[in-house]
């Protein structure tokens, strides 16, 4: 997924000075990248907040329009904060991409289908491991990562090494790990 954001460039810095960009609706961020040096910026909460809630969450792939700047930049968000009572976004840091250089992300895993195992041998689904880590462009990462477990009986798993690439991403995290299994009940 992609979606756009705007920007504009801080000239103001400082602790005063992130709580009155705070209070005209705005919110410091960095813009970080390898070709290109660290920039202050200010974004829009609301906008950030809809894209961190979309369904591929922080690794949506964002169109960052700079005001002022001729062409768009391609970012990914590499940390956000909340306020720790009001849950308010209170700061973000992008980092600039190349489309055609390899990126390693995390990734959710999802689960679908009612395992063999729990109707018919009164098991319990174990969902051991919740994401893993992922190799691959920045246009092919996936939202998340679908895996059924319709086929698993008791004592049955699913591991790294038993997920479907389609050809677009490559495992980083450990071939061995389980990601969901089947265990009788206690």
Same mark, same amino acid.
């Given at each position: 997924? %992609?979606?756009?954001?705007?920007?504009?460039?801080? %000239?103001?810095?400082?602790?005063?000075?992130?709580?009155?960009?705070?209070?005209?609706?705005?919110?410091?961020?960095?813009?970080?990248?390898?070709?290109?040096?660290? %920039?202050?910026?200010? !974004?829009?909460?609301?906008?950030?907040?809809?894209?961190?809630?979309?369904?591929?969450?922080?690794?949506?792939?964002?169109?960052?329009?700079?005001?002022?700047?001729?062409?768009?930049?391609?970012?990914?968000?590499? %940390?956000?904060?909340?306020?720790?009572?009001?849950?308010?976004?209170?700061?973000?840091?992008?980092?600039?991409?190349?489309?055609?250089?390899?990126?390693?992300?995390?990734?959710?895993?999802?689960?679908?289908?009612?395992?063999?195992?729990?109707?018919?041998?009164?098991?319990?689904?174990?969902?051991?491991?919740?994401?893993?880590?992922?190799?691959?462009?920045?246009?092919?990462? =996936?939202?998340?990562?679908? !895996?059924?477990?319709?086929?698993?009986?008791?004592?049955?798993?699913?591991?790294?090494?038993?997920?479907?690439?389609?050809?677009?991403?490559? =495992?980083?995290?450990?071939?061995?790990?389980?990601?969901?299994?089947?265990?009788?009940?206690?």
């Amino acid at each position: 997924m %992609e979606a756009t954001l705007e920007a504009v460039r801080r %000239e103001r810095f400082g602790k005063n000075e992130s709580g009155r960009l705070r209070r005209e609706g705005m919110i410091p961020a960095v813009l970080y990248g390898e070709s290109r040096k660290t %920039e202050s910026i200010a !974004v829009d909460p609301k906008a950030l907040l809809r894209i961190l809630r979309s369904a591929s969450g922080a690794n949506t792939l964002i169109s960052l329009k700079l005001a002022g700047a001729s062409d768009d930049t391609r970012v990914l968000v590499k %940390e956000y904060q909340f306020h720790p009572v009001d849950h308010d976004l209170l700061h973000a840091d992008f980092y600039t991409i190349a489309m055609d250089k390899v990126l390693r992300v995390t990734v959710p895993v999802h689960l679908t289908g009612e395992a063999r195992g729990v109707k018919v041998d009164g098991g319990v689904v174990d969902f051991v491991h919740r994401d893993i880590v992922i190799e691959c462009l920045p246009a092919d990462i =996936p939202g998340h990562i679908t !895996v059924d477990v319709t086929d698993l009986g008791l004592h049955d798993g699913i591991r790294v090494r038993d997920l479907d690439t389609g050809g677009k991403w490559k =495992p980083v995290s450990d071939a061995d790990m389980l990601i969901v299994h089947v265990v009788p009940p206690k």
